[in-house]
């Protein structure tokens, strides 16, 4: 079979890859002469790195071919559009995978270079000296022992990091969403939030990724609350960090100074437009250290990631294994809609949390096929993670939990008095979320009920606003008020029902269903209005 089997690795994916491949007898190239759209239905795997943009078109183009397999060399799979690679889930899929742990030791050391250039200086050290200068008193620095290091995101790369600061006598304070603070203290950490985070630490090192959730995470209000003389450090992903407020931030001199692997508009310097970058003309008193996302490029990292895709490669085509797929999971046709709702269940609630998963309950009740435990339970695990960790996948979800200490369990009630109801009863430091919902006699998703207050909401939007106010007159009008304002369209607006509003100590539960995302400051408008308990914005997109 491997001698049919046609390989396409594009991005200038590392030779390594070619060789191992070749080895196996797989035909592989590495360029093409016509538009990709128009030949990548001819190979049966395609392996690029972060340059090449599979979009919706692409991978339409390829299920209709014969490709069966993509791959990043590297971590993430932003590049590559996985709904439209997955298809409806009752056609043929294609798998998605990517290398996460190939670039981990390069990034985390970029990160530790960039710590260590910013507390003694060493740029313009280095600068100054290459001009014939010797401005010894000028460069004064600071050692890191004793220190505060804040590391936000203790995935992957963030423990990495962690682990050498700490080498060097650093003290860890450590924020992840997805980490109860009890997992945190046993690596040896102090557990903190975001905002108390930023008001004690020296040095702070972005790891997140970039998701709907921390998109904009550190902005205005996030620069006031760090200390003047911090520095901030940002090798994970472009808009992450709101670049303009940064700027006003160096500026104004609210921080230390920063250091940037990663931006926003990194598209438009790949195609060779550098030009009215943010940081042009910025005053030589301004410490900002910018590299060209240089976090994986290693010699060491490139060829890893390449030696680890053409493995996965002939894995899967030899063994049927999809390893780091994001997107593989077996499941009979009936629980396909079932396994989508589960998924949409744990997203909404992990968004209605504002604290770290300690145990999940997952229960099924009804006809629901127990055959398809796993695939349920790993979708309801990779809905609650997924708007935290960027690389929560149905092959890895498991491993996760258990890295971040979340335990969970499953039943199946098949002589329950509802019919085909899913239900997640979430534990959140003592306290819990349920959120129940189920598929109607239409094959249609629905919410039946949050935090066992009755709402009938319809799963079609990609936006929701969960809004939990005073039960009287005005509230309603008050929220369409502030949305219309700024444009955004509300498709829908489902109320608690009475059975359980009027239970409910004078509070009710509304979920505005939109038709536009919305941004922070929106959100915030909405929450400061009379009468609001608490707000919450689910996004499914």
Known sequence: MANDIRVLLLDRIDPVAKGLLEEQGYEVATSISQPLEEVIGEFDAVGVRSKTQLTAELLRRAREGRT???????????????????????????????????????????????????????????????????EKSRFQGSELQGKNLGVIGLGRIGLEVARRAWAFGMNIIAYDVSRPEENIRSLGYTPATLQSLLQEADYVTVHVPLLPATRGLIGEEQFSLMKPTAYLINTSRGGIIREEALRDALLQKRIGGAALDVFEQEERFEQGDSSNVWWEGLPDDVVFLPTPHIGASTRDAQRLAAETLARQIIAYFSEGLAINAVNKYPVHEESIPYVRLVRSLGRIASQIITSPVSNVQFTYHGNINSADREALNRAGLVGLLEHQVEEASYDSVLEMVERRGITYAHRFDEGSQYRNLVEIMVEVEGQTLGITGKIDDEGRMKVKSIDGRVIEMPIRKKAYLIVLNDNRPGIIHAVTGVLSSHDINISACHNEGEETRTTNGGTALSVYALDSPLSRGVIGQVAALDGIQWVKYADLS
């Open 68 to 134: 069966e397999y993509v791959c990043r060399a590297g971590s993430g799979v932003d590049n590559i559009d996985v709904n439209a690679a997955t298809g409806d889930g009752l056609e043929r899929h294609i798998i998605v995978a990517n290398t996460p742990d190939a670039n981990t030791i390069a990034v985390a050391e970029l990160s530790m270079g960039l710590l260590l250039t910013l507390s003694r200086n060493l740029y313009p050290a280095i600068h100054s000296t290459r001009e014939g200068k010797w």
